[in-house]
T-cell receptor, first 112, second 114 residues
Framework: AQSVTQLDSQVPVFEEAPVELRCNYS??????LFWYVQYPNQGLQLLLK??????LVKGINGFEAEFNKSQTSFHLRKPSVHISDTAEYFC??????????FGKGTKLSVKP | KAGVTQTPRYLIKTRGQQVTLSCSPI?????VSWYQQTPGQGLQFLFE???????NKGNFPGRFSGRQFSNSRSEMNVSTLELGDSALYLC?????????????FGPGTRLTVL
């Protein structure tokens, strides 16, 4: 069965510091991977996605992620975070049943 | 282009009642998916409709049902509400497949069951 594990439930970081949010997946089929962000009282917004091709994917708001097939990982990174990046981040894999399977989420808290 | 809209935004019901939630997708999108979000279980896929047909279904009991109209608007119904149904229900639309296309999410309907 496909699954997604987000290794950190909460990540506190100071403003302008780099951040990495970790995501591991398990899938025996072709992998489509996504990162979504959810701001308080809002729906989810796509940050970036990997379908095929280059393993380094660039997204919105300065985020990027690297697909690593051998380690079954898709970690999200940003070199310098802002207060406005405070939100919950979800990693997801496209399911073989035509659905999206989400991780439990990582709450990023950026402190001044 | 207008985004995905969901109505109502908040609902309070009591156990045993039923509820209907509504979702209007982005214009031109034919796929509408529903998700349940809870602190304990996270985001779980309920079902997806495409061109008025249920195309995919998650592992939820039959009390959870949905439908899609010819204008792609979708409704989700939960019958015989239980306390555990309290959650944020999110609707998402896309132009094609759920597993590979970007999903555009609405703000959700917060359901509280007392």
């Amino acid at each position: 069965a496909q699954s997604v594990t987000q290794l950190d439930s909460q990540v506190p970081v100071f403003e302008e510091a780099p951040v990495e949010l970790r995501c591991n997946y398990s899938s025996s089929v072709s992998v489509y991977l996504f990162w979504y962000v959810q701001y308080p009282n809002q729906g989810l917004q796509l940050l970036l996605k990997y379908l095929s091709g280059s393993t380094l994917v660039k997204g919105i708001n300065g985020f990027e992620a690297e697909f690593n097939k051998s380690q079954t990982s898709f970690h999200l990174r940003k070199p310098s975070v802002h207060i406005s990046d405070t939100a919950e981040y979800f990693c997801a894999v496209g399911g073989s049943q035509g659905n999206l399977i989400f991780g439990k989420g990582t709450k990023l808290s950026v402190k001044p | 282009k207008a985004g995905v809209t969901q109505t109502p935004r908040y609902l309070i019901k009591t156990r045993g009642q039923q509820v209907t939630l509504s979702c209007s997708p982005i214009s031109g999108h034919r796929s509408v998916s529903w998700y349940q979000q809870t602190p304990g279980q996270g985001l779980q896929f309920l079902f997806e409709y495409f061109s008025e047909t249920q195309r995919n279904k998650g592992n939820f009991p039959g009390r959870f049902s949905g439908r899609q109209f010819s204008n792609s608007r979708s409704e989700m119904n939960v019958s015989t509400l239980e306390l555990g149904d309290s959650a944020l229900y999110l609707c998402a639309s896309s132009s094609g497949g759920v597993s590979s296309d970007e999903q555009f999410f609405g703000p959700g309907t917060r359901l509280t069951v007392l």
